[in-house]
T-cell receptor, first 113, second 114 residues
Framework: QKEVEQNSGPLSVPEGAIASLNCTYS??????FFWYRQYSGKSPELIMF????GDKEDGRFTAQLNKASQYVSLLIRDSQPSDSATYLC?????????????FGTGTRLLVSP | EAGVAQSPRYKIIEKRQSVAFWCNPI?????LYWYQQILGQGPKLLIQ????????DSQLPKDRFSAERLKGVDSTLKIQPAKLEDSAVYLC????????????FGSGTRLTVV
């Protein structure tokens, strides 16, 4: 079983719709969770992080965490064509006391005008 | 604040040649990471430094890859000899004491081995 699993997609949504991206992880000791956005040919950029169960909202983005189910999701409201990118889920597994992010393979999102 | 600097941006080499990548992290960031990202995959950690010490190099192919961070600031990743399967983007990232910031990535070096 992979440490962090994501559906590779592509996930296609029309402009203005809600995009829902999902991620599961295997390490129950994981404590923090991150969503990165990566445009083609570019490096990943952090868009959301969450530590506690429940929802965390930032603008059009909402991260949801359910530690009992080992599940993290990212909702993008009012999706725009500029949101078309690969979204990487990353989970923090403590490594000898230091932060260590393990990444999923990413979900490619396509938002059509 | 200045970001993570990496060079070169692109590199094309023949198999069995050697190559080196350079990274300068964000000032004050004690932790530096090298990731390998193969096309269509997520980044895979190669090596993690805390200051100038290695925290994790379990996935570094040590027969051909080496990395150093001698003064606890900038770092160099070397591949010698390169194989075709080393074609990837090599990403450097750094993080500070505030874990809520995750990592900040450099622009990466795209390596093509022919």
């Amino acid at each position: 079983q992979k440490e962090v699993e994501q559906n590779s997609g592509p996930l296609s949504v029309p402009e203005g719709a809600i995009a829902s991206l999902n991620c599961t992880y295997s390490d129950r000791g994981s404590q923090s969770f991150f969503w990165y956005r990566q445009y083609s040919g570019k490096s990943p950029e952090l868009i959301m992080f969450i530590y506690s169960n429940g929802d965390k909202e930032d603008g059009r983005f909402t991260a949801q965490l359910n530690k009992a189910s080992q599940y993290v999701s990212l909702l993008i409201r009012d999706s725009q064509p500029s949101d078309s990118a690969t979204y990487l889920c990353a989970v923090n597994g403590l490594n000898t006391g230091f932060q260590k992010l393990v990444f999923g393979t990413g979900t490619r999102l396509l938002v059509s005008p | 604040e200045a970001g993570v600097a990496q060079s070169p941006r692109y590199k094309i080499i023949e198999k069995r040649q050697s190559v080196a990548f350079w990274c300068n992290p964000i000032s004050g960031h004690a932790t530096l990471y090298w990731y390998q990202q193969i096309l269509g995959q997520g980044p895979k950690l190669l090596i993690q430094f805390q200051n100038n010490g290695v925290v994790d190099d379990s996935q570094l192919p040590k027969d051909r890859f080496s990395a150093e961070r001698l003064k606890g600031v900038d770092s160099t990743l070397k591949i010698q000899p390169a194989k075709l399967e080393d074609s990837a983007v090599y990403l450097c990232a750094s993080s500070g004491s505030d874990r809520s910031h995750g990592y900040t990535f450099g622009s990466g070096t795209r390596l093509t081995v022919v």
